[in-house]
């Protein structure tokens, strides 16, 4: 049996200023994402231009805090942000969805595809192998923040976590969620990616892959005490990871007889 460490969120304190490690672990994501959309331009894997990667990286942080915030508050809360509306804009009190932060990038990415004349898989054909780093990055900090934790068991590797005060032993799902939805989905996106694929499909591998673990870890996570299941035993995680896994079955299966991608000579 484990106990969690109870890190200080607060990474560093400058006078009033207070960086919380929750907001580091966004910045080391992005960082990752840069370094590795960088690698494959250089390497010929696209013809996108550095300048691509930064407007894709800037709008997508947009993206990622607007959808995810949205998402949070209508599939999640929706009565009570309709009853207290001006808390939606209060972000330092937490509530991020990831579903919604992807429906945020999407369509941050359908403008960006028409402004540089690309199609939108193309452009998530792209940034999908990165897009698991961040995932990581972000699941370590719930972690440090002792949130999101898991279901009570009895494996040796279970966690107190002490800011529950109930003394149980709990899967740490929060670092399930960083190896399954980060390590393992980067090293398969990354992989697959490595030679051109028809358009399309690389998308619908972190789609299927994404939501296959998903649905997989939320059997091991704590659902949210003001929501529970919503469907039979199924939480709100797992229902919104079944379209993803629908979407990208089809995606990939309709991508199959078309062109691969270009690539540099």
């Known amino acids: 049996m484990l106990v969690h460490p109870q890190f200080d969120p607060v990474a560093l304190q400058i006078g009033p ?149 109930d003394g149980l032993a709990r899967h740490p799902s929060q670092l399930y969620e960083m190896a399954l939805e980060g390590v393992v989905l980067f090293a398969l996106v990354w992989w697959f990616a490595r030679k051109p694929r028809a358009t399309g499909q690389v998308s619908a591998v972190f789609l299927i892959g994404y939501g296959l673990f998903r649905f997989l870890v939320e059997y091991t996570r704590e659902p949210d005490a003001f929501l529970g299941p919503v469907l039979g035993s199924l939480t709100m995680g797992q229902l919104l990871s079944l379209p993803m896994i629908a979407i990208g079955l089809l995606i990939y299966f309709r991508a199959t007889n078309t062109p691969t991608h270009a690539q540099k000579p």
């Open 17 to 165: 200023i207070a960086i919380h490690w929750y907001g580091l672990m966004y910045l080391a994501g992005f960082a990752l994402v840069w370094l590795a959309g960088r690698w494959r331009i250089n390497n010929g894997k696209t013809d996108l231009t550095l300048r691509d990667l930064e407007d894709i990286i800037f709008y997508g942080v947009i993206g990622v805090i607007a959808g995810g915030r949205l998402g949070y508050v209508l599939f999640y809360k929706p009565a009570e942000y309709l009853q207290n509306p001006m808390e939606i804009f209060y972000l330092w009190q937490g509530g991020m969805s990831f579903h919604g932060g992807l429906v945020g990038v999407i369509v941050v990415l359908l403008v960006l595809a028409h402004q540089k004349k690309k199609t939108l898989l193309e452009l998530g054909d792209f940034i999908a192998p990165m897009i698991p780093l961040g995932l990581a990055t972000g699941r370590l900090g719930n972690f440090i923040n002792a949130e999101l934790w898991g279901r009570p068991t009895d494996l040796p590797w279970g966690m107190i976590f002490p800011t529950l005060g």
